[in-house]
Every structure is written in structure tokens, then in C-alpha cells.
T-cell receptor
């Protein structure tokens, strides 16, 4: 079974621009979560989607948004990029998104904001 | 209250030794405690997980010890191998938390031959 895929793997943007990251979950998984990973803050939860509905959201500003499509693929968007948004953005999928449901992570998208 | 505190930040262990990583939490609503292993250039991968009704769980060379009263849990890697060199994250989530997982800050483990 193919794993979680994320595209693109690397992105370089400048301040003020916006960016869209894509995540394709494992086949059959309906829950997709997004995380931001930085050396200083570690892994921080952004949001979780299930059946095209956002069920949970972390403490990030409204510049961070996401959506999920009917095939469970998900995108996240960051508008008005700031230098501090430079990070590895990880997507994880699971069958139902329940607390004990194993999450499978993709390799991440490395975003650099100049 | 949502934090999970992890220590040490980095750890160097001789091959064959025991690696121990500790975590502590405050939120008693947490009821699922996974550990993740992350290699450079890869996303985290679930290593082992425990629920608070169990005090210990062992899978191969990896053991989680859980102390509910102290709100602490730890990962023990027995007979550590160079291939175990990675960053380890403890984490916690709560029932109904829909994958809103709170991660520790990570421990970079280096196993030297």
C-alpha cells in the first residue's frame, strides 16, 4: 500500500506570498492532520479533517487554512507568508482520526520563506 | 496544561546500552500516549503506544513505562543499536481529540559503536 505523499517536497517563497501544500493520504484513510515542525517549537498541530470537515484546530493564526476533498486528499494554504513560517509541514493520515488510531506521516514539505 | 515535557534533548549511548527518554504531562484528560521515531528527511513513524490503564508495554527492544499518579512515562530502548539513531518524540492525545496530538520537544539519540 502506498504511503502518505506530500507535494511539493521543497518550496522557497518570499514574505507576503501565499503557498498551497498538498497531501494524498493512504488509500482508505479518511482523516488527514497537518503539523508544523520547527527546531524551536517542535511538532505543532495545525488542523484535522475528516470527510471534508475540519474537526479540530490548533493555535495558529487564520493565515493558515486547509481543506479536504471528497477523495480525502487535503491541501493547506498559508497566506501572507512570514519569515517565521519557515518549517517542515507534515501531513498524517489515519482511518478514522480517533485518539488511538495510528497516524501515518508523509515525508513533509520543507517551506523556506525569504 | 496541554504541554508534554520531554527530556533529555539529546542522548549518546554506547551500542548495546540502554537508552532512556522521559516525558511528563499535566492534562489528566490525555488517555493515549504514543512514541514516534523520526529519521532525517522522513516523517515521524509510530514506534509504540500505551494507554494509562497499563503500567508497562513491551515490543521487542522497546518498552514504555507509565506512571499514572506521577503523570510520567518513559521509553526504554534495550540493546541500543546504531540503527536506532534518530529523533524520538513522545506524544499524548485525548479521547475525542480527533488526532489533536500534543508532541514532546524530541530527543536526538545517537548510538555509537
Amino acid at each position: 500500500k502506498a504511503g502518505v505523499t506530500q507535494t511539493p517536497r521543497y518550496l522557497i517563497k518570499t514574505r507576503g506570498q501565499q503557498v498551497t501544500l498538498s497531501c494524498s493520504p493512504i488509500s482508505g484513510h479518511r482523516s488527514v492532520s497537518w503539523y508544523q515542525q520547527t527546531p524551536g517549537q517542535g511538532l505543532q498541530f495545525l488542523f484535522e479533517y475528516f470527510s471534508e470537515t475540519q474537526r479540530n484546530k490548533g493555535n495558529f493564526p487564520g493565515r493558515f487554512s486547509g481543506r479536504q476533498f471528497s477523495n480525502s486528499r487535503s491541501e493547506m494554504n498559508v497566506s501572507t507568508l512570514e519569515l517565521g513560517d519557515s518549517a517542515l509541514y507534515l501531513c498524517a493520515s489515519s482511518y478514522t482520526g480517533g485518539a488511538g488510531d495510528t497516524q501515518y506521516f508523509g515525508p513533509g514539505t520543507r517551506l523556506t520563506v525569504l | 496544561q496541554q504541554q508534554v515535557k520531554q527530556s533529555p534533548q539529546s542522548l549518546i549511548v554506547q551500542k548495546g546500552g540502554i537508552s532512556i527518554i522521559n516525558c511528563a504531562y499535566e492534562n489528566t484528560a490525555f488517555d493515549y500516549f504514543p512514541w514516534y521515531q523520526q529519521f532525517p528527511g522522513k516523517g515521524p513513524a509510530l514506534l509504540i503506544a500505551i494507554r494509562p490503564d497499563v503500567s508497562e508495554k513491551k515490543e521487542g527492544r522497546f518498552t514504555i513505562s507509565f506512571n499514572k499518579s506521577a503523570k510520567q512515562f518513559s521509553l526504554h530502548i534495550m540493546d541500543s543499536q546504531p540503527g536506532d539513531s534518530a529523533t524520538y518524540f513522545c506524544a499524548a492525545s485525548m479521547r475525542g481529540g480527533y488526532q489533536k496530538v500534543t508532541f514532546g520537544t524530541g530527543t536526538k539519540l545517537q548510538v555509537i559503536p
